[in-house]
């Protein structure tokens, strides 16, 4: 079993316990963890939780045992293999800085407003991915800003975020 | 009945914002499909908030013409680049592909959107005849039968997903256990909301697709590499003739599209094995087997009618039921929910206009995909020139908007980064995505009829078990379950062989 693999059937461990924890004490003190259909609130979730363990465990457990038989990593045969590719060199760090700019963005997008950041967002991403051209780069982050600004503000009506200024066109 | 609803939709159908709306969805969902990693799903998710704006039916025939342009758009990358633009055309590419490189492009994309139009419209007309049936047969169902069905839903989607049924399960439980989070309908309490009042009305489904498709895709595209490059593709015109090309394949048309049709029907199937099935059965059934892989249009004939047939199956039972057969009716599912109308036998005699609308509205998409498909080809091939390190940006810029503009509410942006990072974990190890969503959409339908149907036996949970349809959807689930995850060697002495997996199957 891959280590990450296990990361995260571990993580589904934690959510079906912390499930578990929850109703064991947060639902029991509200008094929703008993009774039937109408009145348990934890019914559902503790059903689903429990077997999330179980799932996870059997899993674990099967993964093992093809593990000591010397099987290796279990084989799943896929009808559809066509979309397979080795990891470009350098792609783990441009993940990472294009996640870093993504928070940033919607932390400014908050205080500052859509007009403002997107346009800055964009140029930093184009540039992150590699356009080398300076002016093409700010009139395209200038253009797609208003563009998605007028379909979905002015034309469909859906407002984009105005920031703590309330920064609107 | 059929004929009835037609009628009631038509008043609603006919007019120039309807028809605007389809050819705009069909059009956009052409070009997001072309684009490799993209697919229908995103454009579903990004385009929803634009649905609300619009008046029901409107949006249905936008969201609808997206499905269906998307679920053909992917077959013009993968005859031309040998990159299906979905995994939904992967199939298209055995014969697509070799047929292009035989000097015949523009034959090879003209067939595939004739084919998918074509198909489309078959499967569409076997959704305009059976649903009305399987919804008059579903009016008595009661909650235990309706439980079932959504465990179905579940079940099934797991079975069929990438990695295994052992994770497709665990991904399908923890998207359930997500469907619990917000207001307790019955006590009226918050439940695992972390004590944040933005969580109350639950963790919105399309900030949460929007991440866990589109986000995720686009961290992936740049583990491909390859972001400064473009093909260089010379754009071509598709010939009109091949819609007479396809039409003179009729009975290969009609079989494959049949063949999608009740595929789709089955939930946790989806369109991509049924072009597969659909391709198997088209070569075993030819006087010239061995001309299949080589570039034979019939190849291209039974994948694109199959899958976008399939659209029209999955359909079915997702208007009829309320059961989504795969992310993309999950997510059309769940547009029709915020737009007012809940799906099942009762949006039939409640809301009969509505779903002559659809049914309309659906029929039209794969009109304007035929219309629209031919028309603007050059355009369509252009597309796939558009260099990723363009494309990334304006994708992720497109992602904000839309889990923005829902509630119009910035939390919604971090569950969307969140399920970003969850969908690429999941991705990275082998684990479904799909369930994530299907039991996102299904879980408040599942909890509500498991818990009615307590409260209608007196808390008796032989409820499901006393009543025959209940207990034989019940008992399909449990022998599909344990038939896959019996042992290999188990099934081999069974003499049931090796039981083959797809891959993922959502048709992002």
Not at chain 1, 48 to 58: E, I, K
Not at chain 2, 187 to 209: C, H, K, N, Y
Not at chain 2, 340 to 368: D, K, Q
Not at chain 2, 475 to 485: D, K, R
Request: net charge positive; charged share 10%.
């Amino acid at each position: 079993m891959r280590t990450g693999e296990m990361i995260v059937t571990g993580g589904f461990v934690l959510v079906g316990g912390y499930v578990l924890f929850e109703i064991g004490t947060t639902f029991v003190a509200l008094g929703i963890a008993s009774g039937g259909g109408r009145d348990n609130a934890a019914l559902f979730p503790g059903i689903l939780a429990s077997l999330l363990l179980l799932v996870a465990a059997t899993h674990v457990a099967s993964r093992l045992v093809k593990a000591r038989r010397g099987n290796g990593q279990a084989t799943q045969h896929a009808v559809v293999d066509v979309i397979e590719y080795t990891r470009a060199p350098g792609s783990g760090k441009l993940q990472l800085a294009l996640l870093a700019l993504l928070v940033f963005y919607l932390v400014l997008l908050e205080f500052v407003g859509y007009l403002v950041t997107t346009p800055l967002a964009l140029m930093a991403m184009f540039r992150l991915l590699g356009v080398r051209r300076p002016v093409v780069n700010v009139v395209i982050s200038l253009v797609t800003t208003l563009l998605v600004w007028l379909l979905f503000s002015e034309l469909m009506r859906i407002p984009m975020p105005p920031g703590r200024f309330g920064l609107y066109l | 009945m059929a004929i009835e609803l037609l009628v009631q939709g038509l008043s609603g159908f006919v007019g120039l914002p309807q028809l605007l709306a389809t050819s705009f969805g069909v059009f956009v969902g052409i070009v997001i499909g072309i684009m490799p990693g993209l697919g229908p799903l995103l454009g579903l998710t990004l385009l929803t908030p634009m649905a609300m704006g619009l008046n029901a039916l409107v949006g249905m025939g936008l969201l609808l013409g997206i499905f269906v342009g998307g679920t053909c758009g992917g077959a013009i990358s993968a005859v031309l680049l040998r990159i299906p633009g979905t995994p939904i055309a992967a199939a298209t590419l055995f014969d697509g592909y070799p047929l292009a490189q035989k000097g015949q492009a523009p034959l090879a994309v003209g067939l595939a959107i004739s084919a998918s139009a074509i198909g489309g419209i078959i499967g569409g007309l076997f959704l305009i005849f059976a649903s009305p049936l399987l919804a008059a047969a579903a009016r008595r169902f009661a909650p235990p039968e309706y439980f079932a069905l959504a465990l179905t839903g579940i079940v099934m989607i797991a079975i069929v997903s990438r990695g295994s049924t052992l994770k497709g399960l665990m991904v399908g439980l923890a998207g359930l256990l997500v469907s619990t989070i917000g207001m307790d309908p019955y006590v009226s309490r918050m439940r695992f909301t972390f004590g944040q009042m933005e969580l109350a009305g639950g963790v919105g489904i399309v900030p949460m697709v929007i991440g866990l498709f589109a986000v995720s895709e686009m961290f992936r595209q740049l583990e491909v590499g390859g972001l400064d490059i473009s093909p260089g593709i010379e754009a071509f015109r598709a010939p009109f003739a091949s819609v007479s090309y396809a039409i003179r394949r009729f009975w290969n048309l009609f079989r494959s599209s049949t063949i999608g049709t009740f595929v789709g029907a089955l939930p946790g199937t989806g369109s991509v094995i049924a072009s597969f099935l659909s391709y198997s059965v088209a070569k075993a059934s030819s006087k010239n087997p061995d001309e299949y892989g080589t570039g034979t249009p019939d190849g291209v004939v039974a994948t694109e009618a199959s899958n976008n047939a399939c659209c029209g199956g999955v359909l079915i039972p997702s208007l009829s039921l309320a059961i989504p057969g795969d992310p993309c009716s999950a997510m059309l599912l769940a547009a029709l929910m915020l737009l007012g109308f809940l799906p099942g036998p009762e949006l039939f005699t409640s809301h009969p206009g509505m779903v002559g609308g659809i049914f309309l509205a659906y029929i039209l998409s794969n009109i304007m995909l035929l219309i629209l498909g031919l028309l603007f080809t050059p355009f369509f091939v252009s597309i796939l020139n558009i260099k990723k390190q363009w494309l990334v940006p304006f994708v992720l810029l497109l992602c904000v908007v839309g889990a923005y503009g829902m509630e119009t509410d910035t939390h919604d942006l971090w569950v969307m980064l969140l399920f970003g990072g969850v969908g690429y974990v999941l991705h990275k190890y082998d684990f479904p995505v799909a369930p994530l969503v299907i039991a996102r959409v299904l879980g408040p339908i599942m909890e509500d009829n498991f818990r009615r149907a307590l409260i209608m036996a007196a808390d008796e949970y032989s409820v499901f078990f006393t009543r025959p349809i209940s207990v034989v959807i019940l008992a399909i689930n449990a022998i599909a379950l344990a038939f896959t995850l019996l042992p290999t060697s188990v099934k081999t002495k069974m003499g049931l062989g090796k039981l083959r997996q797809s891959r993922d199957i959502d048709c992002a």
